[in-house]
């Protein structure tokens, strides 16, 4: 993992601290699959790709 993306993830848990301390369920929650995404971009990525829209942009 680069220095970056240790730094980005230091802020991520020290968010998601603050966030739970002043009771931001929604936050915390968004920043945790942040979180669970920066860990697992060696792997394969199963979800929906949002990404490329769904075609009826016409």
């Known amino acids: 993992m ?8 230091r802020r ?3 968010d998601a601290i ?3 301390e ?3 369920t929604k ?3 968004g920043i ?3 979180l669970f995404e920066m ?3 060696n792997q394969p990525y199963f979800g ?11």
């Not at 680069?2 to 993830?9: A, C, G, I, P, V």
């Not at 929906?48 to 016409?58: F, H, I």
């Open 2 to 9: 680069s220095d970056e993306m240790k730094e980005l993830r």
């Open 27 to 29: 936050t915390k929650d």
């Open 32 to 34: 945790i699959i942040a």
């Open 39 to 41: 860990e697992h971009l």
């Open 22 to 24: 002043e009771d931001d």
């Open 48 to 58: 929906t790709d949002y990404s490329q829209g769904d075609g009826g942009d016409d």
């Open 18 to 20: 603050g966030c739970q």
């Open 12 to 14: 991520l848990i020290n």
